[in-house]
């Protein structure tokens, strides 16, 4: 398997502008998860979805910030309108759907607003 | 509710020395716990993990880590490092009723050649 998927890998955008992150998670992984890592707050979880369904979106930080997974083998993270302090590393993870099982990261996207 | 602490910002240690990097937790009932290392520009990669059993877990790339549930602590370590050891660790636990794990801050080590 190729692992979990995520592009970009590396997005500049100004401030104001619409972005996309796209996730293909593990295939047969019924969960999958979206991040942020930053230096000053660390690994935050940002939204998670079991098969296909959003369970828990408390960590999304605003109205501005929203997630879709319209398969098992996509999902969305949308920020519209970005702003500078958006900037950071957003991270997609999926897991198997017991919960002794870990979970696999993807690589990244970082995304610098400007 | 869960929470897990990484009470080292940062770790150093000169390579083929013992690294101990540490890690306690706090949950209600049964933990499951787990390390992960996160290597630069890569996202975080899974070493190990407890469940259940042996209290001392033996992972990837040589690392292990030690189950105490009187101490609740669960540190990861390794009998000699290597200067490709150099990452950021993080500690993760849950609880057996949630599929959601609560990370620590991580911990950067550091293998002085």
């Known amino acids: 398997d190729a692992g979990v998927i995520q592009s970009p890998r590396h997005e500049v955008t100004e401030m104001g502008q619409e972005v996309t992150l796209r996730c293909k998670p593990i295939s047969g992984h019924d969960y999958l998860f979206w991040y942020r890592q930053t230096m000053m707050r660390g690994l935050e979880l940002l939204i998670y979805?079991?098969?296909?369904?959003?369970?828990?979106d408390s960590g999304m930080p605003e109205d501005r910030f929203s997630a879709k997974m319209p398969n098992a083998s996509f999902s969305t993270l949308k920020i519209q309108p970005s702003e500078p302090r958006d900037s950071a590393v957003y991270f997609c993870?999926?897991?198997?759907?017991?919960?002794?099982?870990?979970?696999?990261f993807g690589p990244g996207t970082r995304l610098t607003v400007t | 509710a869960q929470s897990v602490a990484q009470p080292e910002d940062q770790v150093n240690v000169a390579e083929g020395n013992p690294l101990t990097v540490k890690c306690t937790y706090s949950?209600?009932?049964?933990?499951?716990l787990f390390w992960y290392v996160q290597y630069p520009n890569r996202g975080l990669q899974f070493l190990l993990k407890y469940i259940t059993g042996d209290n001392l877990v033996k992972g990837s790339y040589g690392f292990e880590a030690e189950f105490n549930k009187s101490q609740t602590s669960f540190h990861l370590k390794k009998p000699s490092a290597l200067v490709s050891d150099s990452a950021l660790y993080f500690c993760a636990v849950r609880d057996g009723r949630s599929y959601i794990p609560t990370f620590g801050r991580g911990t950067s080590l550091i293998v002085h050649p």
């Open positions: 949950v209600s009932g049964n933990p499951y």
């Open positions: 993870a999926s897991s198997l759907s017991v919960s002794s099982y870990e979970q696999y």
């Open positions: 979805f079991n098969n296909n369904v959003p369970i828990d």
